[in-house]
């Protein structure tokens, strides 16, 4: 199983195909950019016109793409994964979706021959890109033994959180509440600091050797000081996406979730007033408030 495919080649997935390149995989990709498929092959991929053609040419093919609408046409639609892949190969889903949506898929590609790994991704730009993502992954035990060596290529740590499809999205889902509201605490004590006259580089030392001090609230306010709010590979779309779903699987299971919703209304502004920036761009809907800014 040396020939591997990737569907959805933006900042995620290109980091997929660049690592699976590197670990010896024949890769195909395709996406509607042609400019990222042009950035592919430069790498040494080779580049898909269709999703049947990469279908034919992969054993395992990974798809990420941005909702559950996208994954179920990739997968099941007309020209889908599903009608093309041989008996045995097996579709990575690596997109954040509904549970519910991956459960659907699941159930669609049953007698397909085809196998389905729900494994969403942790890590973001940079771990996509270094080949350090962590995978939730949910498969039949068999499955993941074989298809391994395509997972490790991508990842650093690979956890095996359930053997159906949804499994993979729900864990995610509840990885999603924690870091949206982490995100959320952290624009938020920028924003006091900033008022308060603190130095940005005064506050990250603070918080990053704290017991408060984690990857995801160090990188937030080390990009909120520097004040680079966009194409750091974290598209403040993706966040709000991801939380909508977990606020939307909280509401089905009558769960309250107090931090995740006062973050998501925050990603909600920000996201209404600079939709091209990413995640720390939401300190400054704080900011504008307040009349203070925090810089290094």
Same mark, same amino acid.
């Given at each position: 199983?040396? +020939?591997?495919?990737?569907?959805g080649?933006?900042?995620?997935?290109?980091?997929?195909?660049?690592?699976?390149?590197?670990?010896?995989?024949?890769?195909?990709?395709?996406?509607?950019?042609?400019?990222?498929?042009?950035?592919?092959?430069?790498?040494?991929?080779?580049?898909?016109?269709?999703?049947?053609?990469?279908?034919?040419?992969?054993?395992?093919?990974?798809?990420?793409?941005?909702?559950?609408?996208?994954?179920?046409?990739?997968?099941?639609?007309?020209?889908?994964?599903?009608?093309?892949?041989a008996?045995?190969?097996?579709?990575?889903?690596?997109?954040?979706?509904?549970?519910?949506?991956?459960?659907?898929?699941?159930?669609?590609?049953?007698?397909?021959?085809?196998?389905?790994?729900?494994?969403?991704?942790?890590?973001?730009?940079?771990?996509?890109?270094?080949?350090t993502?962590t995978?939730?992954?949910?498969?039949?035990?068999?499955?993941l033994?074989?298809?391994?060596?395509?997972?490790?290529?991508?990842?650093?740590?690979?956890?095996?959180?359930?053997?159906?499809?949804?499994?993979?999205?729900?864990?995610?889902?509840?990885?999603?509440?924690?870091?949206?509201?982490?995100?959320?605490?952290?624009?938020?004590?920028?924003?006091?600091?900033?008022?308060?006259?603190?130095?940005?580089?005064?506050?990250? +030392?603070?918080?990053?050797?704290?017991?408060?001090g984690?990857?995801?609230? +160090?990188?937030?306010?080390? +990009?909120?000081?520097?004040?680079?709010?966009?194409?750091?590979?974290s598209?403040?779309?993706?966040?709000?996406?991801?939380?909508?779903?977990?606020?939307?699987m909280?509401?089905?299971?009558?769960?309250?979730?107090?931090?995740?919703?006062?973050?998501?209304?925050?990603?909600?502004?920000?996201?209404?007033?600079?939709?091209?920036?990413?995640?720390?761009?939401?300190?400054?809907?704080?900011?504008?408030?307040?009349?203070?800014?925090?810089?290094?």
């Open positions: 199983m040396h +020939n591997a495919g990737v569907i080649l933006g900042d995620m997935g290109s980091g997929l195909a660049k690592n699976l390149i590197k670990s010896g995989f024949k890769t195909s990709g395709l996406d509607l950019s042609q400019g990222r498929m042009k950035a592919f092959e430069t790498i040494g991929g080779h580049p898909a016109r269709t999703v049947a053609e990469i279908a034919q040419n992969a054993s395992a093919v990974y798809v990420m793409v941005m909702n559950g609408d996208q994954a179920k046409d990739v997968i099941l639609g007309e020209g889908g994964l599903v009608h093309h892949m008996d045995g190969g097996a579709v990575i889903l690596t997109a954040t979706i509904k549970p519910s949506e991956a459960r659907e898929i699941g159930v669609a590609m049953k007698d397909s021959g085809i196998h389905l790994i729900d494994s969403p991704v942790s890590g973001g730009f940079p771990g996509a890109q270094n080949g993502l995978m939730m992954a949910a498969g039949d035990s068999p499955v033994d074989q298809y391994a060596p395509a997972m490790q290529a991508v990842s650093k740590t690979i956890h095996r959180v359930g053997e159906n499809a949804g499994d993979g999205q729900v864990v995610k889902s509840c990885l999603q509440s924690l870091i949206g509201s982490i995100f959320g605490a952290t624009f938020e004590a920028a924003a006091l600091a900033a008022k308060a006259g603190v130095k940005g580089d005064v506050l990250f +030392n603070v918080f990053s050797t704290s017991g408060a984690c990857g995801v609230a +160090n990188t937030a306010l080390e +990009n909120i000081i520097d004040r680079r709010f966009e194409g750091t590979g598209g403040i779309g993706t966040m709000h996406k991801d939380l909508t779903i977990t606020l939307a909280a509401e089905e299971m009558g769960v309250p979730l107090h931090m995740a919703s006062t973050a998501m209304q925050i990603f909600h502004a920000g996201k209404s007033k600079y939709p091209d920036g990413d995640n720390w761009v939401c300190t400054r809907i704080l900011e504008d408030i307040i009349g203070a800014e925090l810089h290094r």
